[in-house]
């Protein structure tokens, strides 16, 4: 069973997007190390390691397509370990879809934190080479 504590959507969890049109992952980080493969990144605290969060993106709005999906529906695991205990403890964020003056495109901004810190930014598999042109 994944493991979710809470995820808080912005707008809301009905609100819907075209895949298509997303093109990136803003992730508030607040200064942890951040590491991504694939639709998962990970989170270490930065100080001592004395814990560490994982994120792991539901793979149907990771993998590029014309579908509609809804923010409800954008995490498939989201929960954290306190080493050693390997423990899934369900962990929480904000997802909200943003748009930004300093930014081209919509993004699907992701918050573990519930904070304001200045987001890294990871792209999101792009359409196929021919796709736009058929």
């Known amino acids: ?10 707008p809301n969890g009905d609100f819907a997007f075209d895949r298509a049109y997303a093109f990136e992952i803003g992730l508030r980080s607040s200064g942890f190390t951040v590491t991504w493969v694939d639709n998962q990144v990970t989170l270490l605290e930065p100080t001592v390691g004395a814990y560490y969060i994982v994120l792991i993106v539901d793979e149907r709005i990771w993998q590029w397509s014309s579908n509609v999906y809804t923010l409800g529906f954008f995490f498939r695991q989201l929960y954290y370990v306190v080493p050693p205990v390997p423990t ?3 962990a929480g ?3 909200s879809w943003e748009t930004a003056l300093n930014h081209p495109r919509p993004i699907i901004m992701v918050d573990p934190f ?6 890294l930014y990871h792209p999101l598999p792009p359409a196929p080479a021919d796709w736009w042109s058929s």
Do not use: D, K
């Open 93 to 95: 964020a904000v997802v």
């Open 114 to 119: 519930l904070t304001s810190t200045t987001p």
């Open 1 to 10: 069973m994944p493991e979710i504590g809470f995820q808080i959507n912005v």
């Open 88 to 90: 899934h403890n369900p």
